[in-house]
């Protein structure tokens, strides 16, 4: 049984720079979800698709941010000019959906990526 | 909006003894859903327990339990028997559970440390 699984777990990088995340969610979850986590705060909710649509995005994605769920399975995040405020975890979740799992949906998270921006 | 606000930075326990790690919500949902995650320092979010907002009786699972109070707006977690490895952060957090954002809410976090 594979977990949600992310890639890389850490990422260190030049202000300025692109970086690009992988997350593989958990086979059969056709949904999955982006976090951001920084030092002593809960996670914070970036973006989420069921399938290949994105169908939810927070004002904290700015236009530096973009998500990609191709095929329905793994995504990416990738952050264009990094600046040093985007030094955090970012996590992944992953979720059968509603009418499959009812109205519980539980989302199930993977390691994360930790990036830092120098 | 919703809001999930956890009013214990930290919290500690001996071993062998049971702990509640407080959480309180806001929301005018009618129908959500409220869950605890556990968070070691390795970084993984580990799922632990869910409470629909209609559900009459609490959850359990293992040696976790929600005590919900609806009409305080609670939903604490009660750790029974506490072992070593349950030393880590602790998040409450919560979702609307008919339309509208699929999001999850997350309070601040407790970091609870067992010690033997």
């Known amino acids: 049984d594979t977990g949600v699984s992310q890639d890389p777990r850490h990422k260190i990088t030049k202000r300025g720079q692109n970086v690009t995340f992988r997350c593989d969610p958990i086979s059969e979850h056709n949904r999955l979800y982006w976090y951001r986590q920084t030092l002593g705060q809960g996670p914070e909710f970036l973006t989420y698709f069921q399938n290949e649509a994105q169908l939810e995005k927070s004002r904290l994605l700015s236009d530096r941010f973009s998500a990609e769920r191709p095929k329905g399975s793994f995504s990416t995040l990738e952050i264009q000019r990094t600046e040093q405020g985007d030094s955090a975890m970012y996590l992944c979740?992953?979720?059968?959906?509603?009418?499959?799992?009812?109205?519980?949906?539980?989302?199930?998270f993977g390691p994360g990526t930790r990036l830092t921006v120098l | 909006a919703q809001k999930i606000t956890q009013t214990q930075p930290g919290m500690f326990v001996q071993e062998k003894e049971a702990v509640t790690l407080d959480c309180t919500y806001d929301?005018?949902?009618?129908?959500?859903?409220l869950f605890w995650y556990k968070q070691p320092s390795s970084g993984e979010m580990i799922f632990l327990i869910y409470q629909g907002s209609y559900d009459q009786q609490n959850a359990t699972e293992g040696r976790y339990s929600l005590n919900f109070q609806k009409a305080r707006k609670s939903a604490n977690l009660v750790i029974s028997a506490s072992q070593l490895g349950d030393s880590a952060m602790y998040f409450c957090?919560?979702?609307?559970?008919?339309?509208?954002?699929?999001?999850?809410?997350f309070g601040k976090g407790t970091k609870l440390t067992v010690n033997p």
């Open positions: 979740a992953s979720s059968l959906g509603s009418w499959a799992s009812g109205y519980t949906d539980t989302q199930y």
């Open positions: 929301t005018s949902d009618p129908s959500y859903g």
């Open positions: 957090a919560m979702r609307r559970t008919q339309g509208g954002s699929e999001k999850l809410v």
